[in-house]
């Protein structure tokens, strides 16, 4: 029988996430939705013929809702999880697990005490064919011990309301996220370059920025980070291993040729670049809570994610480097 799905939030990628469910993945029903903005949420229950809770608690409490998606705004997710760990409902929530460090840890404690996994977070990049490609040349030993890695994550470009600490806790997350998995290790320090700054950019944004981290192995990482970068959406990884360099696959295009050239065109859209990894993600969330346990990624990622964004947000202001410290992993996330 098919899960019984309720959606908290149906904003932008709220109703993504809900077409997801309606018409590309099997498994899963979708029968309540709720969003602050009533209007909204009604329409879109509407929509898929479910209904709308008058409020995101009452869903998460509701009978016909067997596990929970969030997709409010951030600074909602952590008043959410934590009511669904309270309820005993597998919840898979949208990055960032919560907005602070200390509300990650929060949502650690309380899986923790209820002794079973129930979180998957929303970092996507995990589920990509590319990236999936690169870890299994990690993990296969193929390029031997990976010792650097060469990032780029580069938007055409951002509103006016962007500001410097978001290329971090809304941008360069995902690859703070994704080098983590790829490398399975944790970082130790984070630094943070400014080069020139591009005039494209507001006069309240730093942009580009290079982003330097350091895991506990020795490994390093550096992240270009340019969000106004004119000609499109491009994410770049070059792993450097021991033995041998491993580089993310760009995303298939038709090849063409056309007025007296040879070439692909750039995406420019993010949505875009991810949407295959959206439907792999969800549709393993799906058949982890039909055998009943959330395997993705994990509280623990999330804590990890907000406590290394944390480091290099101080680090973009002292301009110093900064160490992190995730302390003792609960073996629960083991
Ligand atoms: N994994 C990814 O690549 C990815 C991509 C886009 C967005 N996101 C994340 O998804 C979340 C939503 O982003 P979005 O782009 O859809 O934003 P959005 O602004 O389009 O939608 C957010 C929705 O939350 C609703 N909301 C606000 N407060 C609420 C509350 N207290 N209770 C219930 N609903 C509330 C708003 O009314 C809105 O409909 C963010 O955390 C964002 O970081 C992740």
Known sequence: MAIRVGVIGTGAIGQDHIRRFSQALSGAV???????DDVRAR???KDIGGRAAATGREL??????????VTSIGSTHEEYVLAAIAAGKTVFCEKPLATTAAACKRIIDAEVKHGKRLVQVGFMRRYDAGYRMLKNAVTTGRIGTP?????AHRNPAVGDNYTTDMAITDTVIHEIDVMRWLLDDEYVSAQIIYPK????ASSHLADPQIVLLETSSGARIDVEVFVNAVYGYDIQCELVGETGIARLPEPSNVLMRSQGQLGVEILTDWKQRFIGAYDVELQDWINAVTAGKATGPSSWDGYAAAVTADACVKAQITGKIVEIKLGEKPALYR
């Open 197 to 200: 700054k591009t005039s494209k």
């Open 60 to 69: 998460i409490a509701a009978d016909d809702v067997d596990a929970v998606v």
């Open 30 to 36: 979708v029968t309540a939705v709720s969003d602050i």
């Open 43 to 45: 329409k879109v229950a």
């Open 147 to 151: 010792l650097m890695a060469h990032c």
